[in-house]
């Protein structure tokens, strides 16, 4: 078979969107279908759906997951591994960047005037994402659609009170929203073949300061993260805070909406906030294995997944299982930013610029996130140095 490109193209083309790919998961997909489906042709429309579909389906950050899934169609593991590389490889350089200028400059007042006004605007920022997960993964604000998905609403309204309440991420919650959706809307043959469901088991810089005790932990609590980010990557939010705030005390609140703020501003996939605390946590160690341990779920669904997904695409059981723990996993997400915004607006200030940030993304059109918090950081140097 003739192939339209090879897969230098694609890594190329690749290692460019994880450079200049500013927007966050949205913008990112329409990208790659403007780009390789319709310009250059490289893939056709149904090739490009059915990675959606399987980025949307499965657990990892939906760019990132889609493009290892178009460097798997015809390119098998290889173009998978390579791809997936090259586009992380860029943001993930300049977030380890990033790090060593925070860990060097965060003590001196002009950095932390930076995000003084960053911080604030971030939870603006994630307010209306927050809002555009919500109607896009569980239904619109309307009377007939809340009727229609109200076990879905009902999941998402505690996975912000359990959020809130208890200010750490719940796992068991998620699976157990996905099971009872699963059970009650598509439930498996199996299921319906016996009258009891069986018991299921559920299985300066600091560049090098780090402890192998403490790689073994990113490694662990970061891949725990990736295997349940759906969608946009900013549902590991949560995941996050509870954990590298509340469990481990690895950062505090304002570290951690600093982090935020650098996934906005880099170009590429939102996630790669990981490889930022990573290197605050461990230095360029910590940041290499809470980077590697997050894109790695993402990376092993899409290639084992891959070669059977039309079958598995159909299967309205597993639909379902996804829909229930998503619900639940956006409601965290809102319960998260509640939890974070009650530490990071103090005052009058930080919340004019948080709800500044929320009107600029509704009513200017032009303006992205990048754009905001530049804005935000200039904003917040001025109000200090008044």
Avoid at 144 to 172: A, C, D, H, M, P
Avoid at 329 to 350: F, K, N, Q
Avoid at 372 to 385: P, T
Wanted: proline letters at 5%.
């Amino acid at each position: 078979m003739i192939r339209p490109y090879t897969l230098k193209d694609l890594v190329i083309y690749f290692l460019k969107l994880g450079t200049w790919g500013f927007g966050g998961p949205v913008a990112l997909v329409g990208y790659m279908h403007r780009d390789l489906v319709e310009d250059k042709k490289w893939l056709t429309e149904d090739e490009y759906k059915e990675g959606l579909a399987l980025a949307q389906l499965a657990p990892g950050p939906l760019a990132a997951q889609l493009g290892i899934y178009i460097g798997f169609v015809h390119y098998r593991l290889l173009g998978a591994t390579l791809v997936g590389l090259a586009f992380i490889l860029p943001s993930f350089i300049m977030v380890v960047l990033l790090g060593m200028a925070y860990k060097q400059y965060s003590g001196l007042p002009w950095m932390q005037a930076v995000f003084y006004g960053v911080g604030a605007s971030v939870i603006g920022i994630i307010c209306i994402s927050a809002y555009k997960l919500t109607i896009k993964s569980i239904s619109k604000l309307n009377l007939s659609s809340v009727k229609t998905n109200w076990l879905l609403w009902v999941f998402y309204l505690i996975g912000i009170v359990v959020t809130v309440v208890t200010q750490r991420e719940e796992v068991l919650l998620f699976i157990a929203t996905g099971l009872i959706y699963m059970f009650i809307k598509a439930p498996p043959a199996w299921a319906k073949k016996q009258p009891a469901l069986p018991s299921i088991v559920l299985a300066g810089i600091g560049f090098w300061e780090y402890s192998t005790d403490t790689l073994i932990k990113i490694a662990l609590f970061f891949a725990k993260a990736g295997a349940f980010v759906f969608g946009s990557g900013l549902a590991i939010v949560p995941f996050l805070h509870a954990g590298v705030v509340q469990e481990f005390g690895w950062l505090n609140e304002a570290q951690f909406v600093d982090s935020v703020a650098v996934a906005m501003i880099t170009p590429g996939p939102v996630v790669i906030t990981v490889g930022f605390i990573g290197y605050l946590v461990a230095g360029f160690p910590g940041a290499s294995v809470a980077a590697a341990a997050t894109f790695l779920p993402c990376f092993l669904f899409t290639i084992i997944l891959a070669p059977s997904f039309n079958k598995i695409a159909k299967n309205q059981s597993i639909k379902a299982f996804v829909d229930g723990i998503t619900a639940s996993v956006i409601g965290a997400l809102v319960g998260a930013v509640i939890v974070i915004a009650s530490r990071s607006v103090v005052d009058i200030p930080t919340a004019l610029i948080a709800i500044a940030s929320m009107l600029a993304l509704i009513y200017v059109k032009k303006l992205q996130e990048p754009h905001i918090i530049i804005i935000a950081a200039i904003v917040g140097i001025v109000i200090k140095s008044i």
